[in-house]
C-alpha cells in the first residue's frame, strides 16, 4: 500500500488522544459539572474544533 493511505489513519489517532487528554483535564478542572458535561460533549461531538476551543 501507499504510504500516504495510512496518513488519515495516523491524523485521526493523534485527533482522539489529543481529544481524550482534553477531556481528562475538563473532567479534573475545577468547573462545575454542567461546564464540564457541556465542555466534554463539544469535545466529543466535534473532535478537531472542541479541541481547539478548549
Excluded: Q
Amino acid at each position: 500500500m501507499h504510504p500516504a493511505t495510512y496518513s488519515g489513519g495516523f491524523f485521526g489517532l493523534i485527533i482522539l488522544i489529543l481529544d481524550l487528554i482534553a477531556i481528562f483535564e475538563v473532567l479534573n478542572s475545577n468547573r462545575n459539572v454542567t461546564s464540564k458535561l457541556l465542555w466534554s460533549l463539544l469535545i466529543f461531538l466535534f473532535p478537531i474544533l472542541g479541541l481547539v476551543l478548549y
